[in-house]
């Protein structure tokens, strides 16, 4: 994957646009905005930001992990595997490469993470718990 050269407060604001509005579709899921919810205001408004917080901090969290390398394994499996049933799938030089090689190969490329994305869930993260703690009715 290749590196995004977009400015991180545009990154961040990207980020931030998609949980609201997978926040605004959990309420409307619930009926908030229609008045047909009948549950706590707060309780509602909690839930909405709970949603991109816990996807966003495990989307941040896991890449921050595949960064260090810790799936190569299970990269290297599939690759091997798809190349082993499907030959046209990987190259002739590629076929013969131990796990060291596919690792070598990966580092070379570069490995990155979204550290925005983290940054972003944290933020829903708390602004949920906030909610729940001071806004329940």
């Known amino acids: 994957m290749k590196q995004n050269n977009r400015p991180i407060w545009l990154r961040i604001l ?3 646009i998609i ?17 047909s919810y009948t549950g706590a205001r707060g309780k509602a408004l909690s839930d909405a930001c709970l949603l991109p917080g816990a996807l966003f901090t495990t989307v941040g969290t896991l890449s921050w992990v ?5 799936f190569d394994l299970a990269g290297y499996a599939t690759f091997s595997l798809f190349g082993f ?14 796990l060291y090689d596919y690792k070598v190969k990966k580092d070379e490329k570069g490995r990155y993470w979204l550290p925005h994305v983290l ?3 944290l933020v829903f993260l708390t602004a949920s718990i906030l909610i729940a703690y001071l806004v329940i009715d």
């Open 14 to 16: 990207i980020v931030f």
């Open 19 to 35: 949980g609201l509005s997978l926040g605004f579709v959990s309420l409307l899921a619930v009926g908030f905005l229609n008045g």
């Open 66 to 70: 595949a960064s260090k390398g810790f």
């Open 85 to 98: 049933f499907i030959p046209r799938f990987t190259k002739e030089e590629d076929r013969s490469h131990s």
């Open 119 to 121: 940054i972003i869930g």
